[in-house]
């Protein structure tokens, strides 16, 4: 009791947008490279991206290499990977995910 007045906090920020990842999450990202089904799917928090609603990244094996998977705006996706690809200093593909069941 009497500590429920640290909401607000950047951890707790951070933490509901992976919880709200998580929910969202797909079950399967396409690696861009060699096609592999990955499973393992890491939430990341993307509670500072303005119109991204939830985004994902999946770490291929057989190939190293990262596929990301965004969900949200188009403009604001296409602003994730275009900030991606600045970070990378390389091309960065859109990764297929499936979408998760229909709601
Ligand atoms: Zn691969």
Request: aromatic share 4%; with cysteine.
């Amino acid at each position: 009791m009497g500590q429920a007045r640290i909401r607000g906090s950047r951890d707790i920020r951070v933490a509901e947008a992976i919880t709200k990842a998580d929910r969202l999450k797909p079950p399967v990202i396409a690696c861009n490279s060699c096609k592999i089904e990955l499973t393992e799917i890491a939430s990341l928090d993307a509670s500072g991206l303005k119109g991204i609603e939830a985004a994902f990244g999946a770490h291929c094996v057989a190939c190293d290499q990262d596929t990301w998977a965004v969900r949200g705006e188009i403009a604001a996706v296409q602003a994730f990977y275009v900030a991606l690809e600045k970070a990378a200093g390389a091309k960065v593909q859109l990764g297929i995910a499936k979408p998760p069941a229909p709601t």
